[in-house]
């Protein structure tokens, strides 16, 4: 039992190391490279709080033919496995973590940003190829807002993981000292050993 727990958590932190290379290409190379094609405007992905059908309107714009295409065939293809990635990292550690059924309350939000992300996705893909002259207010309103839910539900999902690695910390620093075994302390016979 022992050997398929530790070689459950051997998978469990191999995909978290590839959940965060891949978040970390998409933070330092593939979304400056969009927000160096719509001349620095931020891509959908790195606005939180949605947006509006002219700031939609003004990056596609912006954007041109070339960097529609990297979007669609760069950026989504990143963030295609990453929503995925991301949802079983983050319902893995709830889960190894859980404190009386919050850890299986937070993985539902972790698993909603992860389905929201995918949504998101799919919005920005029809808006990046109906381009700015096709763009409605309805496709913008709708992709806006699965970002914002995919935003709020990933916010809940990790802050509850961070609360949840307080309290095991907490447990395993304090609480533990706080008991200690009775075999920890000398026995009156031990102590008049001790003195002979």
């Known amino acids: 039992m022992t050997k398929l727990l530790s070689a459950r958590w ?3 932190w191999l995909l978290f190391v590839i959940t965060t290379l891949i978040y970390l290409v998409m933070i330092f190379w593939s ?3 969009l927000s ?7 891509a959908f992905d790195l606005r939180p709080a949605g947006y509006s059908f002219e700031e ?3 990056f596609i714009g912006a954007l041109g033919s070339n960097g529609i295409d990297f979007y669609i ?7 295609s496995v ?24 937070f993985s539902v939000f972790a698993i909603a940003g992860s389905v929201f992300d995918y949504l998101e996705n799919a919005a920005v893909r029809v808006m990046l190829q109906m381009g700015p002259g096709g763009l409605t207010a309805e496709m913008a309103e709708q992709a806006s807002g699965w970002t914002l839910l995919k935003s709020i539900s990933a916010t809940i999902a990790m802050g509850g993981l ?10 395993y620093f304090f609480m533990r000292k706080s008991v200690l075994p009775e ?12 003195n002979k």
Not at 36 to 42: H, V, W
Not at 85 to 100: E, M, Q, S, T, W
Request: aromatic share 10%; hydrophobic share 50%.
């Open 56 to 58: 939609a309107k003004t």
């Open 82 to 105: 990453y929503p995925a990635l991301l949802a079983i990292v983050l319902v893995g550690g709830l889960l190894g973590l859980d404190f009386k059924g919050w850890g299986w309350v």
């Open 31 to 33: 979304l400056p490279k």
């Open 183 to 194: 075999s920890s302390a000398p026995s009156n016979g031990d102590e008049a050993a001790a």
């Open 10 to 12: 051997k998978i469990y």
């Open 162 to 171: 961070l609360i949840l690695v307080l309290i095991a910390l907490y447990r």
């Open 36 to 42: 160096e094609f719509a001349g620095g405007d931020l």
């Open 73 to 79: 065939e760069v950026q989504q293809r990143l963030d």
